[in-house]
C-alpha cells in the first residue's frame, strides 16, 4: 500500500512537470506566418510579443561633453554610430562626424559632401544612409550608397517626404518638422546586412551591402488615427489621417533589430522610448522601454544623447546592461 501511495506522488509530480512545460511552450509558441510574396520571404508576426515585456538594467559608464571635459563640446548632435572595436561615430548639426575611442578620448574628425540624417557604416568604410531631395514640388528620402566622403553612387529605393514647405515672396523657402512625418530610417544588423522602414506600413526590409531585398519583416499593428485636436493643429502640414507605425530603427550587435513605436522628438513630456524588438531572423521578441534618446546597443552597451536642460548641454554616455546575457536572440533559444 506504502509502494502505491508513494508510486502515485511521484507520478502526480510527473505529469504536474509535464502538464507545467507544456505550458510554458504553448506559451512561447510564436503565433505569426511566413510567406512567400513575389519571390521574397515574409516574415508576419502578431500583435503581441513572444517573451512579452523586458526591462533593461542599466548602469552609466561613460559620459563625453562635460562642461569641464576640454576634448570636446557637442552643438547639436544629429546621429551616433560605434563601430566594431568600440570607437564612438558622433554626428553634429554642421555634418562634422567626430570620432573618439571606447575610452572617450577624441580621434579624429571629418566632413562629409552630403547631409544624411541616418547612416551606417559597411565593411569597406562605405555610407550606407538616407538621403534627403528637396524641389518646389517634391521631396524624397532615398537609400543610398556613399563614399567616406559623402558622394552618392547607388540608389537603392526612395519614398515620399511629406515635411511642409512653402515657398514666399522673394524667392526663400519655409521649412517645417512636425516629429510626425513619415520618414524613412535604416540600421546595419552585421556589416553585410541592412534594415530599412518606412512607416506608412508596418513593414521593415532586410538588404544586402548591394541594396538586393533579402526578406520583409512585418506586424499585425492597427494603424492609429490623429487625435483630433492635435489633427486639426497639423492640418495645414497635409500629414494624412494616421500617424507613422514607428519613428525610428536600429539594432544591437546580436543582429536584433529595435523599432521605435512612440514619438519622442519635441515632446517634452515622452521621458522613454517605446521599443519593440525584433530577432535578426524577424521574430517579435519583446517590448520595451528605453531612454528617450537612445541610439546605438552594442556588446553589451547602450548609447544614448543626454540633454541637461539646466547647463544647455549635449551629453553623449554609454551605459552597462547589466542584464545583457538574458535577452534572448532568437526563437526558443
Known amino acids: 500500500m506504502r509502494y502505491k501511495s508513494n508510486l502515485i506522488f511521484f507520478l502526480s509530480i510527473f505529469f504536474a512537470l509535464v502538464l507545467l512545460m507544456s505550458s510554458t511552450h504553448q506559451e ?28 533593461f538594467e542599466l548602469e552609466e559608464d561613460l559620459s563625453i561633453g562635460n562642461e569641464d571635459d576640454d576634448n570636446f563640446l557637442f552643438y547639436r548632435i544629429r546621429d551616433i554610430t ?24 577624441p580621434i579624429k574628425g571629418f566632413k562629409i559632401e552630403k547631409s544624411f540624417p541616418d547612416f551606417q557604416l559597411d565593411e569597406d568604410g562605405n555610407i550606407i544612409g538616407i538621403f534627403r531631395t528637396f524641389s518646389e514640388s517634391s521631396q524624397t528620402n532615398s537609400v543610398c550608397k556613399a563614399n567616406s566622403d559623402g558622394k552618392i553612387y547607388e540608389t537603392y529605393a526612395e519614398f515620399p517626404y511629406n515635411m511642409f514647405r512653402q515657398k514666399r515672396s522673394g524667392g526663400s523657402i519655409l521649412s517645417v518638422t512636425t516629429g510626425w512625418e513619415k520618414d ?50 497639423l492640418k495645414k502640414y497635409n500629414l494624412g489621417e494616421f500617424q507613422p507605425f514607428f519613428y525610428l530603427i536600429f539594432t544591437d550587435s546580436e543582429g536584433r533589430i529595435y523599432v521605435q513605436t512612440n514619438k519622442t522628438w519635441a515632446e517634452d513630456e515622452v ?20 531612454p528617450k534618446h537612445t ?27 547589466k542584464n545583457w546575457d538574458q535577452i534572448k536572440k532568437g526563437v526558443f533559444e
Do not use: H
Open 184 to 233: 524613412l530610417f535604416i540600421s546595419k544588423i552585421n556589416n553585410q546586412t541592412f534594415v530599412y522602414g518606412y512607416p506608412e506600413e508596418y513593414e521593415l526590409s532586410v538588404i544586402d551591402e548591394s541594396g538586393q531585398l533579402l526578406c520583409k519583416i512585418k506586424k499585425d499593428e492597427p494603424r492609429r488615427k490623429f487625435p483630433a485636436d492635435r489633427r486639426n493643429r
Open 28 to 55: 512561447n509558441k510564436w503565433q505569426g506566418t511566413i510567406e512567400k510574396e513575389d519571390g521574397i520571404r515574409v516574415i508576419k508576426n502578431p500583435v503581441e510579443p513572444l517573451y512579452g515585456e523586458i526591462t
Open 82 to 105: 560605434v563601430d566594431d572595436l568600440g570607437n564612438i561615430y558622433v554626428k553634429d548639426q554642421a555634418y562634422g562626424i567626430e570620432i573618439f575611442d571606447k575610452q572617450g578620448n
Open 295 to 321: 541610439y546605438v546597443i552594442k556588446m553589451g552597451y547602450l548609447y544614448a544623447l543626454i540633454i541637461d536642460e539646466d547647463e544647455g548641454m549635449e551629453l553623449v554616455k554609454r551605459f552597462k546592461i
Open 271 to 290: 521621458k522613454e522610448k517605446e521599443v519593440d524588438i525584433f530577432s535578426k531572423n524577424g521574430y517579435y521578441l519583446y517590448k520595451t522601454s528605453l
